[in-house]
């Protein structure tokens, strides 16, 4: 199946800090990647909808000028957790698609811890 | 509104011992569905799909899934479980014409050696 590379796979930084989560799409196009959190023992919660060239789509909650996306090419996607808090410690995944696929390939994930 | 149900938290089998995973989905059409597996720490692999036809699906790792309209199930089986399919195991569903994935809450899978 095709790849998609998240990086990093785990970062801890200082509370007030920004830390950029990068997703590249390795093996194919991605029109569309998505963004999820997961807290310990629960499920994905999907945080925000990103296609190429466009502006995000944030689900309810989700502060977007806090967790900036950017979709600049066709294979790499970033989430910014900006002036971090402890309380944005949590494992962030991304998942793309290819235009017309109805697969989601997945990153391996990134664990991010504030301190 | 659309959703996945994973009625079971958490199972323990012993190993060599048959396995089923539940999941309901409530859509109103029948969506393309999924079965993925989560290592600890780790992204996620996906197990196996249904989109149409065979209602019996063959996944990796030996798993595989029986889609039944009539209870809007799509469970998943493994005949006999090695300790290494220890994780946990996300059933998911994409509506038609939409792009975003509708996740179960996860069943974590313990086996007992």
């Known amino acids: 199946g095709a790849v998609v590379s998240q990086h990093p796979s785990w970062v801890i930084c200082k509370s007030g800090t920004s830390v950029k989560i990068e997703c590249r799409s390795l093996?194919?196009?991605?029109?569309?990647m998505f963004w999820y959190r997961q807290f310990p023992k629960q499920s994905l919660m999907l945080m925000a909808t990103s296609n190429e060239g466009s502006k995000a789509t944030y689900e309810q909650g989700v502060e977007k000028d806090k967790f900036l996306i950017n979709h600049a090419s066709l294979t790499l996607s970033t989430l910014t957790v900006t002036s971090a808090h402890p309380e944005d410690s949590s494992f962030y995944i991304c998942s793309a698609s290819a235009p017309g696929g109805t697969e989601a390939f997945f990153g391996q994930g990134t664990r991010l811890t504030v301190v | 509104a659309q959703s996945v149900t994973q009625p079971d938290i958490h199972i323990t089998v012993s190993e060599g011992a048959s396995l089923e995973l539940r999941c309901n989905y409530s859509?109103?059409?029948?969506?393309?569905l999924f079965w993925y597996v989560q290592s600890p720490g780790q992204g996620l692999q996906l197990l196996l799909k249904y989109f149409s036809g065979d209602t019996l699906v063959q996944g990796i790792k030996g798993f595989e899934a029986e889609f039944k309209r009539s209870q809007s199930s799509f469970n998943l089986r493994k005949p006999s479980v090695h300790w290494s399919d220890a994780a946990e195991y996300f059933c998911?569903?994409?509506?038609?014409?939409?792009?975003?994935?509708?996740f179960g809450k996860g069943t974590k899978l313990s086996v007992i050696p």
């Open positions: 093996d194919f196009q991605a029109t569309t």
């Open positions: 859509y109103g059409a029948t969506p393309y």
């Open positions: 998911a569903a994409l509506g038609a014409g939409s792009y975003q994935l509708t």
